[in-house]
């Protein structure tokens, strides 16, 4: 699958050091030396996985919005104990920024926001699902393939005040709980339930010079940027995305281990990965022979061949066993690689039912 190396490689933690106590330090840092990382971006498959011939989502508000949200002190204070903070836009705004977030996927041609109310009651704690009847009928009526509905949404705010009901000092936490799902017209069930439960910390910022009350704060934007910020978390459940994550290398002192490093630290994988076979295929079987497996199994990685890099990264591990031991960090490391490339396979199978 497509993967892009978004930096370049950069030395282990010891070269901040320049000094050391005793022998055992400087072996540690001579071995922390030898590893340089690169930071690559993979493509996942989304948790919930629509049927191929789904190409048109519509995305509907069938929650009812908080009347408002309480605002806790979480210190006694005067008159400003707890107030009330208006959320009437927090539905709406989480809806048109899931869209917004989902149409800009390959996965679908069309993310369209369903303009129309389907609820009328004011039960806003409650919960209430779309009838099969109600996702085939919009679905007939939009001329799309799927419903994503918001069932629910609640917030909780807290904070702490200054004495005298001043500024906060620290962040306002802000409380979600709320459901997301993904319905198909006769379908027996959704295909997939989101559920949203988070404590979230935003920072508000003021001019401290200024002389403002907790009843002037801007909690209301507070309530929408957090409704924008969860839409933002939860379309990732509905499209493929990117993911960053980190690998590394090992380096050596030798004149070719020294060019390759040079070519992996330019992106030129295809070049340093000749130089690591060569050096492999002249190396007796040992320590220097398992770092260049590991070595190996990353350049067939992020050339997209994850067979062979399984293959490379199992015979570093029995390498990094037979030499090192199982309880040493470099088996540990390739343990979890193996991990992290047999999930990476299951991911691309998962993609190509996506698309």
């Given at each position: 699958?497509?993967?892009?190396?978004?930096?370049?490689?950069?030395?282990?933690?010891?070269?901040?050091?320049?000094?050391?106590?005793?022998?055992?330090?400087?072996?540690?840092?001579?071995?922390?030396?030898?590893?340089?990382?690169?930071?690559?971006?993979?493509?996942?498959?989304?948790?919930?996985?629509?049927?191929?011939?789904?190409?048109k989502?519509?995305?509907?508000?069938?929650?009812?919005?908080?009347?408002?949200?309480?605002?806790?002190a979480?210190?006694?204070?005067?008159?400003?104990?707890?107030?009330?903070?208006?959320?009437?836009?927090?539905?709406?705004?989480f809806c048109?920024?899931?869209?917004?977030?989902?149409?800009?996927?390959?996965?679908?041609?069309?993310?369209?926001?369903?303009?129309?109310?389907?609820?009328?009651?004011?039960?806003?704690?409650?919960?209430?699902?779309?009838?099969?009847?109600?996702?085939?009928?919009?679905?007939?009526?939009?001329?799309?393939?799927?419903?994503?509905?918001?069932?629910?949404?609640?917030?909780?705010?807290?904070?702490?005040?200054?004495?005298g009901?001043?500024?906060?000092?620290?962040?306002?936490?802000?409380?979600?709980l709320?459901?997301?799902?993904?319905?198909?017209p006769?379908?027996?069930?959704?295909?997939?339930t989101?559920?949203?439960?988070?404590?979230?910390?935003?920072?508000?910022?003021?001019?401290?010079?200024?002389?403002?009350?907790?009843?002037?704060?801007p909690?209301?934007?507070?309530?929408?940027?957090?409704?924008?910020?969860?839409?933002?978390?939860?379309?990732?459940?509905?499209?493929?995305?990117?993911?960053?994550?980190?690998?590394?290398?090992?380096?050596?002192?030798?004149?070719?281990?020294?060019?390759?490093?040079?070519?992996?630290?330019?992106?030129h994988?295809?070049?340093?990965?000749?130089?690591?076979?060569r050096?492999?295929?002249?190396?007796?079987?040992?320590?220097?022979?398992?770092?260049?497996?590991?070595?190996?199994?990353?350049?067939?990685?992020?050339?997209?061949?994850l067979?062979?890099?399984?293959?490379?990264?199992?015979?570093?591990?029995e390498?990094c066993?037979?030499?090192?031991?199982?309880?040493?960090?470099?088996?540990?490391?390739?343990a979890?690689?193996?991990?992290?490339?047999?999930?990476?396979v299951?991911?691309?199978?998962?993609?190509?039912?996506?698309?």
């Amino acid at each position: 699958m497509p993967m892009c190396v978004k930096g370049s490689a950069r030395e282990g933690r010891s070269s901040r050091f320049l000094f050391s106590v005793t022998g055992l330090c400087l072996l540690l840092l001579a071995s922390c030396s030898s590893l340089r990382y690169v930071e690559i971006e993979t493509y996942n498959p989304s948790e919930i996985v629509f049927p191929k011939k789904v190409r048109k989502i519509l995305i509907v508000n069938n929650a009812v919005a908080q009347p408002k949200v309480r605002y806790e002190a979480l210190r006694p204070m005067n008159s400003a104990d707890t107030m009330g903070v208006r959320a009437d836009s927090t539905t709406f705004d989480f809806c048109r920024r899931l869209g917004e977030r989902m149409a800009q996927s390959p996965r679908f041609e069309d993310v369209r926001l369903y303009q129309g109310a389907l609820r009328t009651d004011s039960f806003f704690a409650s919960e209430q699902r779309l009838t099969d009847e109600t996702v085939r009928r919009l679905c007939e009526e939009e001329g799309v393939d799927a419903v994503i509905s918001l069932d629910r949404l609640l917030f909780k705010m807290k904070g702490v005040l200054r004495q005298g009901d001043y500024l906060p000092v620290e962040s306002v936490d802000v409380e979600v709980l709320g459901t997301v799902r993904a319905t198909i017209p006769d379908g027996k069930r959704a295909l997939g339930t989101v559920l949203l439960s988070d404590t979230i910390p935003v920072n508000l910022e003021w001019d401290l010079a200024a002389t403002e009350k907790i009843e002037e704060l801007p909690l209301e934007e507070v309530l929408r940027g957090v409704s924008s910020y969860l839409a933002d978390k939860t379309h990732l459940n509905f499209v493929p995305h990117w993911s960053s994550d980190t690998r590394w290398y090992y380096t050596a002192s030798g004149s070719l281990w020294k060019e390759a490093a040079a070519y992996a630290a330019t992106d030129h994988w295809e070049e340093a990965a000749a130089i690591w076979q060569r050096l492999y295929d002249r190396t007796p079987e040992g320590k220097a022979q398992a770092r260049l497996a590991a070595n190996l199994a990353l350049s067939e990685e992020l050339k997209g061949d994850l067979s062979k890099a399984l293959e490379w990264a199992g015979r570093s591990h029995e390498l990094c066993r037979k030499y090192l031991g199982a309880s040493a960090e470099a088996t540990r490391n390739q343990a979890c690689y193996i991990s992290v490339l047999e999930h990476r396979v299951h991911s691309d199978e998962a993609l190509r039912k996506q698309f």
